[in-house]
């Protein structure tokens, strides 16, 4: 079973430590390109996920029942470029 929590850029999400996946969207008032890297714990911390939406871009991927990507500490949400929106997806 997977748990959502709602996406804040710039800042770390303690309770997703088992990252299952994510959806997000570009959600500009004007449509624009958006980058972001999921990273794990930090700013600088190691990336795991490098997200590039074009303008009016959604992706959604899930990594399958029981497959997740280990972010002891979180996962840091870095908006590169643009704005969005969206969930990270916790294994739990």
């Known amino acids: 079973m997977q748990k959502g929590t709602a ?53 959604t991927v899930t990594y399958g029942q029981g497959n997740w990507k280990e972010a002891s500490g979180g996962v840091w949400v870095e908006v590169v470029a643009g704005t969005v929106e969206g969930t990270l997806f916790q294994d739990s």
């Open 7 to 59: 996406i804040t850029g710039g800042a770390n999400h303690p309770g997703v430590t088992r990252l299952a996946g994510f959806t997000i969207r570009e959600s500009a008032g004007t449509a624009a390109v958006a980058t972001v890297k999921l990273r794990k714990e930090t700013a600088g911390g190691l990336t795991l996920e490098m997200i590039e939406l074009v303008a009016n871009g959604s992706l």
